[in-house]
């Protein structure tokens, strides 16, 4: 018994090491913390925190702008659109720089607003998606949920609960996309982070399995 349950948590951690020697998360929060800005509409920054992916921004079909919006309150934001920024009336924004959201509320994605992630370089698979709302609270969780709208490779939208979106991601529904594009509908929200981590169903039988030899194997010493 003490073999086969060091052989079934052997697996285990192999495969937890093996998803996270492969794994590739583009987080938005990370990228504004400490440096909240806009970036110009349908601008790519390549290598996108060393992960090898280069990420193109589209802030909808209009010159507005993406924007990575810093923690608030102590809370995360992400990544929104912003159809103003200080610069552009003359001014500066809070930190003295021109490239800051005027309002500054004005930095989610809201109504009639779009933002498009499209991905090159390194194979980019899309199967977890995390948001927030306007108050930097997560989305798509119980007691916390909202609609959105999303479209594969420029495709008809599809309108749907941000709950359902995140479970289709998880189930490989986006992971051969190019592009993805998130659009309002009746909820404001952020991205707060992409990444091409897997949710293999073995694992869940795996602990359940483990689960239960160690109920057996205390069961036999009794």
Not at 185 to 198: A, E, K, L, R
Request: aromatic share 8%; proline share 3%.
């Amino acid at each position: 018994m003490k073999k086969l349950l060091t052989f079934a948590a052997t697996t285990l951690a192999a495969t937890f090491t093996s998803l996270s020697a492969h794994a590739i998360v583009l987080d938005f929060v990370a990228e504004a913390a400490g440096a909240e800005r806009a970036i110009g509409n349908g601008s790519t920054i390549n290598n996108f925190q060393g992960t090898g992916v280069n990420v193109t921004f589209t802030a909808g079909t209009k010159d507005w702008y993406p924007y990575f919006d810093d923690v608030s309150g102590g809370k995360p934001g992400g990544l929104g659109v912003c159809k103003q920024l200080f610069g552009s009336v003359g001014g500066a924004g809070d930190d003295g720089l021109s490239d800051d959201c005027d309002p500054p509320s004005d930095d989610n994605v809201t109504v009639e607003e779009t933002i498009t992630l499209g991905f090159s370089g390194v194979d980019f698979a899309l199967r977890q998606i995390s948001f927030n709302d306007a108050d930097h609270n997560a989305l798509g969780v119980a007691g916390n949920d909202g609609s959105i709208a999303i479209a594969l490779d420029g495709g008809m939208a599809m309108v749907m609960l941000m709950s359902t979106a995140i479970s289709m991601a998880q189930a490989g529904a986006f992971a051969a996309a190019s592009s993805i594009m998130f659009g309002y509908v009746d909820t404001q929200f952020y991205i707060s982070s992409v990444s091409d981590i897997p949710i293999p169903g073995a694992i869940p039988l795996l602990i359940s399995g483990l689960a239960g030899l160690g109920f057996a194997a205390r069961r036999r010493k009794k």
